[in-house]
């Protein structure tokens, strides 16, 4: 049951990755048309929104895992409480599986990195006059 809501939680963070990418995107195409005029090649724009995509994902991913790490200790302490107020026989120790963690980690990085990359492609597709017209 936890995998599958460990993996329920990778899928929605995929999803609110590519969302925020996709809202980031169509707020600063004008943007992008601007710069595009001034002479900035397209796919230094693309790399320099990738980077900063990435750069997010990480702090977020981060802060998560140090939070996920202080949940595990402050609940493993809570649950550690017994019916006469002694030390459980055996002590509650967390347990965390860095090898599968690090797997699921890898493939939602790969999974929404890819598709901001592709939506940050799409978005500069479209010639930068059109877009300064939108």
Do not use: K
């Not at 991913?61 to 026989?89: E, F, M, Q």
């Not at 597709?125 to 877009?131: I, N, Q, V």
């Amino acid at each position: 049951m936890l995998r599958l809501s460990a993996l329920a939680a990778m899928l929605l963070g995929v999803l609110g990755l590519v969302l925020a990418t996709r809202t980031a995107l169509a707020s600063e195409r004008t943007l992008f048309a601007e710069y595009e005029a001034l002479g900035v090649a397209p796919r230094t724009l693309v790399r320099s929104t990738q980077v900063r995509i990435a750069m997010l994902s990480t702090l977020g991913v981060l802060a998560g895992l140090a939070g996920g790490l202080a949940a595990a200790r402050l609940l493993s302490a809570l649950v550690a409480v017994t019916g006469t107020g002694g030390r459980p026989l055996p002590p509650v120790e967390p347990v965390i599986s860095w090898v599968e963690d690090l797997a699921v980690l890898a493939i939602a990085a790969v999974v929404g990195l890819t598709a901001a990359a592709l939506l940050a492609g799409w978005v500069l597709r479209e010639s930068a006059a059109r877009r300064l017209r939108a």
